[in-house]
């Protein structure tokens, strides 16, 4: 039984990036043999276990052979005859195919991974120097996730190029109807992910290069606003569902509709997306509207009951704006007019002004009537008299 320390930690380490998780590979066992060490079984697919103590994954050695289309389609053979080697050869890109034997590995997770300890089969090294994404094996094209890996790889480290031959690969799969296998639950996984990168146009900047956009999003652009406007989004460090919002803003409501449909899209991210396509025009030029036409656009927004998606909506249009070219770093005031805005229409009693009403007289929409004047009247008085 031998144990490595393999994939994200040692690339990371070795492009000198901060080291998260751990990932170890376990040669030459048995499930039985690591039940008996205390390993409790949690994989469903292949044999991974966590460890008694630490609770980190460690995967047997396996193999991997294509029995159907699409991400499940793998019939895997996991054995203690399974090399070191035939293990990372199964992995996507050879910059995640190193492996360093446990031993060279501290009890509290620090390494030095010098060259001569590590097991290099594939070259990865050389493609963290080279800072190319290039593909292990053409086992590659057995697995459609791996476009979409490659793509989120490429939003991760953006100064890095994607091998001539693992495009062609890429290209190669997607016209062979790969990439229409795919399961939503992978496709918004790694998109949501590839969102979240540091600049994260590239990662649909490859899949536009491989075809993969055209079958996945339907619509989407690339060196266009929305492009800039997620990279703008990265900057401000803004949340998944702004990233997304900003992504979708000018698709139109039925494409937005089809791709969080298609593709499972989280309610709260999905209903963002929705108010922002249809009413970041509104926000854009809410500066010349008066206090009728402000209380109405949080009314149709919803801030009052959902402040948090309101400022996330105010945010994703900030990113827009500051994606135009020349605005990188302008001001957005209608961000914080709008949050003021919104803050005086909350304070406003609407108990007093809904029990003031019922004494008039005033029953069912009225009384929401006599609320909304009472907002408007809050928010005219709150503004810069006009010259």
């Not at 203690?80 to 590995?105: G, H, K, S, W």
């Not at 979240?196 to 079958?215: Q, T």
């Not at 401000?236 to 900003?246: D, G, I, Y």
Request: aromatic residues 6%.
């Amino acid at each position: 039984m031998k144990i490595f320390l393999v994939g994200g930690a040692l690339r990371d380490r070795l492009l000198e990036r901060p080291v998260s998780d751990h990932d170890w590979l376990v040669v030459g066992a048995t499930p039985e043999e690591m039940v008996a060490r205390g390993y409790l079984p949690v994989g469903r697919d292949f044999p991974v276990f966590l460890h008694p103590e630490t609770r980190e994954e460690y995967a047997l050695a396996r193999t991997e052979r294509k029995s159907a289309p699409g991400y499940r389609g793998f019939t895997v053979h996991a054995a203690p005859d399974v090399t070191l080697e035939q293990d990372l050869a199964r992995r996507d890109l050879t910059v995640n195919a190193i492996a360093l034997p446990a031993e060279l590995v501290s009890a509290d997770g620090r390494f030095d991974p010098t060259p001569a300890a590590l097991a290099d089969p594939f070259h990865g090294q050389r493609d963290l120097r080279d800072k190319v994404l290039r593909h292990v094996t053409d086992a590659f094209r057995e697995d459609p996730v791996r476009i979409l890996r490659v793509a989120r790889f490429a939003a991760r480290f953006d100064d890095f190029s994607v091998a001539p031959e693992t495009m062609a690969l890429m290209r190669e799969m997607v016209a062979a109807g790969e990439a229409d296998a795919l399961v939503p639950e992978r496709v918004w996984q790694e998109l949501s992910r590839g969102l979240m990168e540091e600049r994260p146009s590239r990662m649909f900047e490859v899949l536009r290069d491989c075809g993969a956009l055209a079958v996945l999003l339907p619509g989407i652009e690339t060196g266009t606003q929305p492009m800039a406007a997620i990279d703008a989004g990265a900057r401000l460090q803004a949340s998944l569902a702004v990233r997304f919002a900003c992504l979708m803003r000018s698709v139109g409501q039925p494409q937005l509709q089809q791709v969080c449909d298609r593709w499972r899209v989280p309610v709260d991210i999905r209903e963002l997306a929705e108010v922002v396509a249809r009413e970041h025009g509104h926000i854009d030029g809410s500066g010349a509207l008066d206090a009728t036409g402000l209380v109405r656009l949080l009314e149709r927004c919803d801030a009052l009951r959902k402040p948090s998606r309101f400022a996330e909506a105010l945010l994703a249009c900030e990113c827009d704006a500051r994606g135009r070219p020349g605005f990188g770093d302008a001001t957005y005031p209608q961000r914080e007019r709008l949050l003021a805005v919104l803050a005086t229409a909350a304070a406003v009693p609407t108990d007093a002004v809904a029990k003031a009403a019922q004494q008039s007289g005033a029953t069912g929409p009225k009384i929401g009537e006599a609320i909304h004047r009472a907002r408007v009247e809050a928010v005219a008085a709150s503004l810069p008299a006009r010259t």
